[in-house]
């Protein structure tokens, strides 16, 4: 195995969704992410959604320069793709890869307090997947998205068992 290249990070992740109204509602309004930017893609008939946690403190830049170049340089960025018009098709558009065929599984929050957030997502009226009382792995949620995407919420403290 060799070392990873200087400076290499993971930007983002990327997920197709229906209705990006939904989407932004539960991701921003839901679980506290900030739009970075958006971009409209006219030609291809779809939108890009650039979604980051920030601090109290964080200025999101406007310019369109400033702006790409802040949003390529973070590291865990959710991208939400929409495709125009599938907000308008009947049922469920995208596979979330949990189901045959199995592909992707879900992406993952870490929380400060993790019953705090459960009650936080009942507030919300958040569909949860597994709640952390269900099954082996009481230390770990999974919410579904408005796509039926798994987001898994868990606490670093709790994994390491403190």
Not at 29 to 41: A, E, P
């Amino acid at each position: 195995m060799t070392a990873n290249p200087h400076g290499f990070t993971l930007n983002h992740t990327m997920l197709r969704v229906k209705d990006p109204e939904k989407s932004l509602e539960f991701y921003c309004g839901v679980l506290g992410m900030t739009l970075l930017r958006k971009t409209d893609i006219e030609a291809g008939e779809f939108s890009l959604y650039f979604l980051g946690f920030t601090g109290s403190d964080d200025e999101v830049p406007t310019g369109d320069a400033d702006a790409t170049e802040y949003v390529f340089s973070r590291q865990g960025v959710l991208e939400l793709t929409h495709n125009w018009g599938t907000e308008e098709e009947d049922g469920p558009v995208y596979h979330d890869g949990n189901a045959a065929p199995q592909g992707f599984g879900h992406i993952a929050l870490d929380v400060p307090d993790l019953a705090a957030a459960v009650a936080h997502f009942d507030k919300h009226g958040v569909e949860f997947q597994k709640r952390p009382e269900d099954g082996m792995m009481k230390h770990i949620a999974f919410l579904k998205d408005p796509d039926g995407y798994w987001v898994e919420i868990l606490s670093a403290r709790s994994m390491a068992g403190r």
